[in-house]
């Protein structure tokens, strides 16, 4: 069974600085990873997807980074602003019994930007 | 593009009673998920149709949950009898195909008193 863990729990940082936030998964037979952002009282949002076959996805100010055999991923965020507070969910796309694919989500990481 | 639209957004009531949430995904989309999300954990899928059939719903507790998806458009998740532990936010979602990104609407609360 597929387990995500993402680490830190929480995560406060002043405004300006450049952070990392990490996901790892037990079991590397994925079909792609995406990490959404969730704000208080609202659905998910999608910030990048990375196919098995990649290595890396950039967006703005976002990178992030897959390395499907050692089990993990990485969310950078460059030079954070008090707008990007919010939790950071990971989650890895996959087979199912069932003939279909089915996400696994980690527990996320809650940011906090100080201004 | 409009984007998933769920409703009601809050919902309160008590245990033994029913609940029914409703769900209009994106214009287009095959694809149609539900998922719990408990306080400080992840979503966790419950049933996934495509089209109008289910995929997968071996994450869903049949003897009280139920979902529907008429004419592969809409979609309800229905709990009966509901329980304390069923307190949780229902988010749905959709995408164009079971491969392709997923597009989530703002969620139910619900609170099981």
């Known amino acids: 069974k597929q387990e995500v863990t993402q680490i830190p729990a929480a995560l406060s940082v002043p405004e300006g600085e450049n952070l990392v936030l990490n996901c790892s998964f037990t079991?590397?037979?994925?079909?792609?990873l995406q990490w959404f952002r969730q704000d208080p009282g609202k659905g998910l949002t999608s910030l990048l997807l990375?196919?098995?076959?990649?290595r890396e996805q950039t967006s703005g100010r976002l990178n992030a980074s897959l390395d499907k055999s050692s089990g993990r991923s990485t969310l950078y965020i460059a030079a954070s602003q008090p707008g990007d507070s919010a939790t950071y969910l990971c989650?890895?796309?996959?087979?199912?019994?069932?003939?279909?694919?089915?996400?696994?989500f980690g527990k996320g990481t809650k940011l906090s930007v100080i201004p | 593009e409009a984007g998933v639209a769920q409703s009601p957004r809050y919902k309160i009531i008590e245990k033994r009673q029913s609940v029914a949430f409703w769900c209009n995904p994106i214009?287009?989309?095959?694809?149609l998920y539900w998922y719990q999300q408990i306080l400080g954990q992840g979503p966790k899928l419950l049933i996934q149709?495509?089209?109008?059939?289910?995929?997968?719903d071996s994450q869903l507790p049949k003897d009280r949950f139920s979902a529907e998806r008429l004419k592969g458009v809409d979609s309800t998740l229905k709990i009966q009898p509901a329980k304390l532990e069923d307190s949780a936010v229902y988010l749905c979602?959709?995408?164009?195909?079971?491969?392709?990104?997923?597009?989530f609407g703002p969620g139910t609360r619900l609170t099981v008193l």
């Open positions: 979602a959709s995408s164009l195909d079971l491969l392709n990104q997923q597009f």
């Open positions: 079991d590397s037979a994925i079909y792609n």
């Open positions: 990375i196919q098995s076959s990649q």
């Open positions: 989650a890895v796309r996959q087979a199912s019994g069932a003939g279909s694919y089915q996400l696994t």
């Open positions: 214009s287009g989309h095959a694809t």
């Open positions: 149709f495509q089209n109008n059939g289910v995929v997968d």
